[in-house]
């Protein structure tokens, strides 16, 4: 089944079908960008495997009732949330659902089976619920007319024979009886109370006898939430664009604490202080959860809105948390509660591994300041923080610095710097980046969590040696503490171990304990922190030699959150700062005379700690003054450049980048963060800005000019920009891009995010691909799934090639007569070889005939003169009529998959075709024949021939099928052909 589900992906990628399909859909639906059929049915198959390959003895199906029928059971609407994409999800529910009578809306039956479904509903619900059923394979649909259903008396009638019909080959039946958060003893006699199992009781109409003396029964829901706690496209959209939106704002809070302060106040700053937000969060979530029950969005709990989080005050949360920490008989030792995931925000030297481990987020220090927790005594040097997302995934951690790393280059006679001192503990940090990310990216590709740890382990020492730091390496190599752990949408660990483990969020985390002060100081001086949460994906291929491989992927979510941040507190570096600014007054200086400046402009680097940072840049005739936010002034002399470019695309719609290829004497007076191993800096000037323009009418021609320093500004093009200055380049074009948008304008909400998760639409595309199979691909085939433009073939490639017609339909569909007419009225054009399997008693699709069928087509092919090969190749085709109820992709798939690579080349499908006859189409009221939607299947099913009512094209009945087939397959094209022969288009 599952390689059906990629063959189908393959085909819709190839047609470029199923994103531009959204849209056809009804906005409930539409509103994830990443919704898909294939997605539908994955989401489907993920339950049904459970009936396949659970610890538990083996069940018939899984039961799911709604409404009044199952006394509102909260785990069956969770279950249909699951499969309906929030549908039922009373916060998610659209304006013209809350016009539905309650118990119109909620008239719903559904019964997994292992590989079927049966659905039944109303036909008022029937069109809210039909394009998220659509494409489900074997799906059985029970449904009155409109008609039908005005009569209540036959529509209760119905809905009870139609729930005995669904269990009638069910021995045994598992029922999700509670959901996440609030587990319930299971109680069969509770489920037998529910009113439609009470009449499956009813003499003459029902089963007859009570239906847990039929049936038995068990709870699912335990396994159902493993299920939900899988990440798939949309939950992962879900998680970026609501979890981390409320992430993201929790962080932002937490820097306005310290943005918001002079130099002065932010030293009287305390960890309880710095940390209310974090802990706020934490407890406002944690608590709500428990007290009110979860709101769930396909495993992930809406988070409540960041006023709403902030509300009330820090205190009251404490209260209320205690409480339900008492009435859940939850411990702070439990895995929800323990030290390394949750908040805490602790300053210098009072950052120790016994601190760390001991923390309480409930009770955090007054009496520890940013002035007073230095081991010298005096100011802090750092803080380490950590953010945690309440019962869920996301965490991430983060050491940041107080005072500067750099000192402002002034003149050749005043060249200060930066003590060393103050060096150290940033250096840790970036080996500590460093070596986290290298970790991710070895734990991705092999994955091993001891591989990982030792690569972790070599990096961190390697760049520790890079800035000179060797004499620390025996010290902190014992201090060292790495992690990777899986966490659910709960925010439990779960086993790396475990199978479950692979669709889950994961945390990769170093600390460095007790880092002590080798410069004469006494204690030590803290520690360093640092962690992101991540994801993986990985697409398992099949090589042309037959070996298997796998290509991997990956997104850090974290990394919305800077890595590196610093704040002047001193008073010496905040007058040295603005004595540099001095030099605006002056009209002759080391930076030369004055031609713009005062406008917002971004600084970039290649580090693994930087980011796109804004401030305002003013140019000088002989260098550059940056002032930054947080950092103060930096200043760039043309003395200290080796190298001064500039690119801007030839449009004035691209962002134009300032790039400065530096000397070594540079790094003493740019702030650590900016360093990179290319020494390469970048300013970013947006399109339409003023500064923007000012670049071109003002200092363009004088910088091109060869000044006192020997440095002349070089216009240069794409391609005469190294790979980090192109992908630098890229990552301000989406910062842009993401800034240009208007509030009317109607884009996904992923995009906001690409500006600082890189990578996002890469990965969503590889993650689409790689959670729906655990199937392996072809790696041919690998591009097209990706829906890279350049990997699909041209006309010209497939004109050699035989081309494939394919004829589907069930019995009495009149396909035969179809396949007639085709050859019949196209034989003055070219030569047919059809193919029509003799059904016999025991195999109604052979896969050996075709492939058969299609080598010895080829072999004819072959034995014709050159002549004649030449002339028959350009019109020989071939035409397949399906057997019986045979689905049109395993047709496909046998095609697609000759054992003879040299078979495979040489023919290419062309259209496939589905007859349909609108009279023999449905069995009773809206119950279709089997498979007769699966003959429709999106991304393989091309025409849609019906074969009957072509004369009546108002006919309720052509009407419906039509809309039900437009559903399942947006981009089918209908065909009227009565009987087989084609009148009308």
Same mark, same amino acid.
């Given at each position: 089944?599952?390689?059906?589900?990629?063959?189908?992906?393959?085909?819709?990628?190839?047609?470029?079908?199923?994103?531009?399909?959204?849209?056809?859909?009804?906005?409930? +639906?539409?509103?994830?960008?990443?919704?898909?059929?294939?997605?539908?049915?994955?989401?489907?198959?993920?339950?049904?495997?459970?009936?396949?390959? +659970?610890?538990?003895?083996?069940?018939?199906?899984?039961?799911?009732?709604?409404?009044?029928?199952?006394? @509102?059971?909260?785990?069956?609407?969770?279950?249909?949330?699951?499969?309906?994409?929030?549908?039922?999800?009373?916060?998610?529910?659209?304006?013209?659902?809350?016009?539905?009578?309650?118990?119109?809306?909620?008239?719903?039956?559904?019964?997994?089976?292992?590989?079927?479904?049966?659905?039944?509903?109303?036909?008022?619900?029937?069109?809210?619920?039909?394009?998220?059923?659509?494409?489900?394979? #074997?799906?059985?649909?029970?449904?009155?007319?409109?008609?039908?259903?005005?009569?209540?008396?036959?529509?209760?009638?119905?809905?009870?024979?139609?729930?005995?019909?669904?269990? *009638? /080959?069910?021995? $045994?039946?598992?029922?999700?009886?509670?959901?996440?958060?609030?587990?319930?003893?299971?109680?069969?006699?509770?489920?037998? !109370?529910?009113?439609?199992?009470?009449?499956?009781?009813?003499?003459?109409? =029902?089963?007859?006898?009570?239906?847990?003396?039929?049936?038995?029964?068990?709870?699912?829901?335990?396994?159902?939430?493993?299920?939900?706690? +899988?990440?798939?496209?949309?939950?992962?959209?879900?998680?970026?664009?609501?979890?981390?939106?409320?992430?993201?704002?929790?962080?932002?809070?937490?820097?306005?604490?310290?943005?918001?302060?002079?130099?002065?106040?932010?030293?009287?700053?305390?960890?309880?202080?710095?940390?209310?937000?974090?802990?706020?969060?934490?407890?406002?979530?944690?608590?709500?959860?428990?007290?009110?029950?979860?709101?769930?969005?396909?495993?992930?709990?809406?988070?409540?809105?960041?006023?709403?989080?902030? +509300?009330?005050?820090?205190?009251?949360?404490?209260?209320?948390?205690?409480?339900?920490?008492?009435?859940?008989?939850?411990?702070?030792?439990?895995?929800?509660?323990?030290?390394?995931?949750?908040?805490?925000?602790?300053?210098?030297?009072?950052?120790?591994?016994? #601190?760390?481990?001991?923390?309480?987020?409930?009770?955090?220090?007054?009496?520890?300041?940013?002035?007073?927790?230095?081991?010298?005594?005096?100011?802090?040097?750092?803080?380490?923080?950590?953010?945690?997302?309440?019962?869920?995934?996301?965490?991430?951690?983060?050491?940041?610095?107080?005072?500067?790393?750099?000192?402002?280059?002034?003149? !050749?006679?005043?060249?200060?710097? !930066?003590?060393?001192?103050?060096?150290?503990?940033?250096?840790?940090?970036?080996?500590?980046?460093?070596?986290?990310?290298?970790?991710?990216?070895? @734990?991705?590709?092999?994955?091993?969590?001891?591989?990982?740890?030792?690569?972790?382990?070599?990096?961190?020492?390697?760049?520790?040696?890079?800035?000179?730091?060797?004499?620390?390496?025996?010290?902190? $190599?014992?201090?060292?503490?790495?992690?990777?752990?899986?966490?659910?949408?709960?925010?439990?660990?779960?086993?790396?171990?475990?199978?479950?483990?692979?669709?889950?969020?994961?945390?990769?985390?170093?600390?460095?304990?007790?880092?002590?002060?080798?410069?004469?100081? !006494?204690?030590?001086?803290?520690?360093?922190?640092?962690?992101?949460?991540?994801?993986?994906?990985?697409?398992?291929?099949?090589?042309?030699?037959?070996?298997?491989?796998?290509?991997?992927?990956?997104?850090?979510?974290?990394?919305?959150?800077?890595?590196?941040?610093?704040?002047?507190?001193?008073?010496?570096?905040?007058?040295?700062?603005?004595?540099?600014?001095?030099?605006?007054?002056?009209?002759?200086?080391?930076?030369?005379?004055?031609?713009?400046?005062?406008?917002?402009?971004?600084?970039?680097? =290649?580090?693994?700690?930087?980011?796109?940072?804004?401030?305002?840049?003013?140019?000088?005739?002989?260098?550059?003054?940056?002032?930054?936010?947080?950092?103060?002034?930096?200043?760039?002399?043309?003395?200290?450049?080796?190298?001064?470019?500039? @690119?801007?695309?030839?449009?004035?719609?691209?962002?134009?980048?300032?790039?400065?290829?530096?000397?070594?004497?540079?790094?003493?007076?740019?702030?650590?963060?900016?360093?990179?191993?290319?020494?390469?800096?970048?300013?970013?000037?947006?399109?339409?800005?003023?500064?923007?323009?000012?670049?071109?009418?003002?200092?363009?021609?004088?910088?091109?000019?060869? =000044?006192?320093?020997?440095?002349?500004?070089?216009?240069?093009?794409?391609?005469?920009?190294?790979?980090?200055?192109?992908?630098?380049?890229? #990552?301000?074009?989406?910062?842009?891009?993401?800034?240009?948008?208007?509030?009317?304008?109607?884009?996904?909400?992923?995009? *906001?995010?690409?500006?600082?998760?890189?990578?996002?639409?890469?990965?969503?595309?590889?993650?689409?691909?790689?959670?729906?199979?655990?199937?392996?691909?072809?790696?041919?085939?690998?591009?097209?799934?990706?829906?890279?433009?350049?990997?699909?073939?041209?006309?010209?490639?497939?004109?050699?090639?035989?081309?494939?017609?394919?004829?589907?339909?069930?019995?009495?569909?009149?396909?035969?007569?179809?396949?007639?007419?085709?050859?019949?009225?196209?034989?003055?054009?070219?030569?047919?070889?059809?193919?029509?399997?003799?059904?016999?008693?025991?195999?109604?699709?052979?896969?050996?005939?075709?492939?058969?069928?299609?080598?010895?087509?080829?072999?004819?092919?072959?034995?014709?003169?050159?002549?004649?090969?030449?002339?028959?190749?350009?019109?020989?085709?071939?035409?397949?009529?399906?057997?019986?109820?045979? /689905?049109?992709?395993?047709?496909?798939?046998?095609?697609?998959?000759?054992?003879?690579?040299?078979?495979?080349?040489?023919?290419?499908?062309?259209?496939?075709?589905?007859?349909?006859?609108?009279?023999?189409?449905?069995?009773?009221?809206?119950?279709?024949?089997?498979?007769?939607?699966?003959?429709?299947?999106?991304?393989?099913?091309?025409?849609?021939?019906?074969?009957?009512?072509?004369?009546?094209?108002?006919?309720?009945?052509?009407?419906?099928?039509?809309?039900?087939?437009?559903?399942?397959?947006?981009?089918?094209?209908?065909?009227?052909?009565?009987?087989?022969?084609?009148?009308? @288009?």
């Amino acid at each position: 089944m599952e390689g059906e589900t990629m063959l189908s992906m393959l085909q819709e990628a190839s047609a470029g079908r199923e994103r531009r399909s959204a849209g056809a859909w009804r906005s409930s +639906s539409a509103r994830f960008h990443s919704f898909s059929a294939s997605l539908s049915c994955s989401r489907l198959r993920r339950v049904q495997a459970l009936l396949n390959y +659970s610890n538990k003895q083996k069940s018939d199906g899984i039961l799911c009732i709604l409404g009044i029928d199952s006394r @509102y059971n909260e785990g069956c609407r969770e279950l249909a949330n699951y499969l309906l994409f929030d549908l039922y999800n009373q916060t998610n529910i659209d304006s013209d659902v809350t016009d539905l009578p309650e118990e119109v809306f909620d008239d719903v039956i559904i019964l997994i089976k292992s590989e079927s479904v049966h659905l039944y509903c109303n036909p008022i619900n029937y069109n809210y619920l039909l394009p998220y059923v659509a494409y489900w394979k #074997n799906l059985h649909l029970h449904c009155l007319t409109v008609k039908e259903y005005e009569d209540e008396e036959l529509a209760e009638e119905f809905k009870i024979t139609s729930f005995v019909n669904m269990v *009638q /080959d069910c021995c $045994r039946i598992q029922v999700p009886y509670s959901f996440q958060g609030h587990v319930r003893t299971f109680d069969m006699f509770i489920v037998e !109370k529910w009113p439609i199992v009470q009449a499956f009781a009813l003499e003459g109409i =029902g089963g007859g006898e009570f239906f847990t003396m039929k049936h038995e029964m068990f709870d699912a829901s335990e396994e159902l939430w493993q299920v939900y706690s +899988s990440l798939d496209p949309v939950s992962l959209e879900v998680l970026i664009t609501e979890d981390l939106v409320a992430f993201e704002k929790q962080w932002d809070s937490f820097f306005s604490n310290f943005d918001i302060e002079n130099s002065s106040s932010l030293l009287e700053l305390s960890e309880a202080q710095s940390g209310e937000p974090l802990a706020s969060r934490y407890t406002t979530y944690s608590w709500k959860s428990r007290q009110m029950g979860c709101k769930l969005l396909h495993g992930f709990q809406h988070q409540c809105s960041f006023m709403d989080q902030l +509300s009330g005050g820090m205190m009251p949360f404490r209260t209320y948390f205690s409480h339900g920490l008492i009435t859940s008989q939850i411990t702070e030792k439990s895995s929800l509660f323990s030290t390394h995931r949750q908040p805490f925000v602790l300053f210098g030297c009072h950052s120790t591994k016994e #601190n760390l481990n001991s923390y309480s987020f409930t009770f955090p220090s007054e009496g520890h300041l940013v002035k007073n927790t230095n081991n010298r005594g005096g100011t802090a040097r750092h803080m380490v923080v950590q953010c945690t997302s309440p019962r869920g995934p996301l965490a991430c951690s983060r050491t940041y610095f107080f005072g500067n790393t750099h000192v402002p280059y002034m003149s !050749k006679d005043s060249n200060q710097q !930066k003590n060393d001192d103050f060096l150290v503990l940033p250096q840790i940090y970036i080996a500590v980046v460093e070596a986290v990310l290298a970790s991710i990216r070895c @734990y991705v590709e092999t994955p091993s969590i001891k591989i990982a740890k030792e690569i972790a382990e070599d990096v961190f020492l390697s760049t520790l040696d890079c800035y000179g730091l060797g004499h620390y390496k025996p010290i902190l $190599r014992s201090k060292l503490c790495f992690l990777i752990e899986a966490v659910n949408s709960h925010g439990t660990i779960i086993s790396l171990e475990s199978h479950s483990s692979k669709f889950l969020i994961k945390t990769a985390s170093m600390t460095v304990y007790d880092i002590p002060d080798l410069t004469g100081g !006494k204690g030590t001086l803290g520690s360093i922190v640092f962690s992101e949460s991540f994801i993986e994906s990985k697409i398992f291929l099949k090589e042309k030699d037959g070996t298997m491989s796998t290509d991997s992927n990956y997104m850090i979510l974290s990394a919305i959150v800077p890595r590196y941040v610093s704040w002047m507190v001193e008073d010496a570096e905040v007058k040295l700062s603005e004595e540099v600014q001095q030099v605006l007054k002056m009209k002759e200086h080391f930076l030369g005379t004055l031609l713009i400046g005062g406008d917002s402009a971004y600084i970039y680097s =290649g580090s693994s700690v930087a980011r796109p940072e804004e401030g305002k840049l003013f140019i000088f005739s002989e260098g550059i003054l940056f002032i930054h936010p947080r950092s103060g002034s930096m200043t760039i002399s043309k003395n200290h450049m080796a190298a001064l470019k500039y @690119y801007d695309g030839n449009s004035p719609g691209v962002v134009g980048v300032l790039i400065i290829e530096y000397k070594k004497s540079l790094l003493p007076h740019l702030p650590i963060h900016l360093h990179s191993t290319s020494n390469c800096l970048m300013f970013a000037l947006m399109p339409g800005s003023r500064i923007y323009k000012s670049f071109y009418a003002q200092v363009m021609s004088t910088w091109q000019k060869m =000044g006192k320093s020997g440095i002349a500004l070089k216009i240069c093009q794409r391609e005469q920009l190294s790979e980090e200055q192109k992908q630098l380049h890229c #990552n301000l074009e989406k910062v842009f891009e993401v800034q240009s948008r208007t509030r009317n304008e109607e884009r996904s909400r992923l995009k *906001q995010f690409s500006a600082d998760i890189l990578g996002l639409d890469v990965f969503v595309q590889h993650f689409a691909v790689s959670s729906m199979s655990h199937e392996p691909v072809r790696r041919s085939d690998l591009p097209i799934l990706l829906q890279q433009p350049s990997s699909f073939s041209s006309e010209s490639d497939d004109q050699n090639k035989m081309v494939i017609t394919i004829v589907a339909g069930l019995p009495g569909s009149y396909k035969e007569e179809l396949c007639t007419y085709i050859v019949n009225l196209t034989q003055e054009h070219g030569r047919w070889s059809v193919y029509r399997q003799m059904l016999d008693n025991c195999e109604p699709f052979n896969y050996g005939q075709i492939h058969h069928f299609l080598s010895s087509v080829l072999e004819a092919q072959r034995n014709r003169t050159v002549r004649q090969s030449v002339y028959s190749r350009r019109k020989v085709r071939l035409l397949i009529v399906t057997p019986g109820y045979t /689905d049109v992709i395993d047709v496909v798939q046998a095609i697609q998959m000759h054992p003879d690579p040299e078979v495979q080349s040489a023919f290419v499908i062309g259209a496939v075709t589905t007859c349909i006859d609108p009279l023999c189409s449905t069995m009773e009221h809206r119950l279709l024949f089997p498979k007769l939607l699966d003959q429709c299947s999106q991304g393989v099913v091309s025409n849609v021939v019906l074969t009957s009512l072509t004369s009546e094209q108002r006919h309720p009945l052509l009407v419906h099928l039509q809309k039900l087939i437009r559903v399942a397959n947006p981009r089918t094209a209908f065909i009227l052909a009565e009987k087989g022969a084609v009148t009308r @288009y």
